[in-house]
């Protein structure tokens, strides 16, 4: 079974400033997605980014990027020019590219804190 | 586009009652839906996955007599929660995977909170 593990519980950044989100993940398959998903306050998932594995380049979404690192098995969110509405839960996602299994396989997430 | 709601968006019943939530996808058609549960500063898991005509696939632990799904259109899944306890309180969220589309994306329900007294 996949397993994915965000091992930071809680971090906080200031406001413009850059913070980085850590993410690993255990799979023996080759094709697969991740994700990294928001829940701010009011609760409502929020799909940031996301990375196919087959492909090398990292992707970019405006100010977020990720560092996909597919030997290590890790998958780290980068938010540029923190801004206040960027505080919220986020989650590292997990999904397996084959079949009809569409499962997300969540980690326990990370609280932001962004500080004015 | 894109659009997932859930109905009621908070319920409070007493214990032993039984409580229906509505996950409906506004403007795509799903044939997969998927409800998770959240309790305070978790993450989700999933409950199960229901497939539009078919019995739903529960997760090992989730009771599917307690947890009754269905999922009736490909618009439409319902989550029954029978015979609740003030343990089941939590915060359930459905997510609809839309059919078309290169990625198979789910879309997520703004969530419904159970509370039991």
């Known amino acids: 079974a996949q397993t994915v593990t965000q091992s930071q519980p809680e971090m906080s950044v200031q406001e413009a400033e850059t913070v980085t989100l850590s993410c690993t993940y255990d799979t023996s398959e080759s094709d697969y997605y991740l994700f990294w998903y928001k829940q701010p306050p009011s609760r409502q998932m929020i799909l940031v980014i996301r990375?196919?594995?087959?492909?090398?380049q990292n992707a970019t979404e405006n100010r977020f990027s990720v560092n996909f690192q597919k030997a290590a098995k890790s998958f780290s969110l980068k938010i540029s020019d923190s801004q206040l509405g960027d505080a919220a839960m986020y989650f590292c996602a997990y999904r397996s590219g084959r079949g009809s299994n569409y499962k997300l396989t969540f980690g326990k997430g990370t609280l932001l804190t962004v500080n004015p | 586009g894109a659009v997932v709601s859930q109905h009621p968006s908070r319920v409070i019943c007493k214990s032993g009652t039984s409580v229906k939530i509505e996950c409906r996808s506004l403007?795509?058609?799903?044939?997969?839906m998927f409800w998770y549960r959240q309790f305070p500063k978790q993450s989700l898991m999933l409950m199960a996955t229901s497939n539009e005509g078919s019995k739903a696939t529960y997760e090992q632990g989730v009771e599917k007599d307690k947890f009754l799904i269905n999922h009736a259109s490909l618009t439409l899944s319902t989550l029954t929660v029978t015979s609740a306890h003030p343990e089941d309180s939590s915060f359930y969220i459905c997510?609809?995977?839309?059919?078309?589309?290169?990625?198979?994306?789910?879309?997520f329900g703004p969530g419904t909170r159970l509370t039991v007294l």
């Open positions: 990375q196919e594995a087959y492909k090398q």
């Open positions: 403007d795509f058609q799903a044939t997969t």
């Open positions: 997510s609809a995977r839309r059919l078309a589309g290169e990625f198979n994306e789910q879309f």
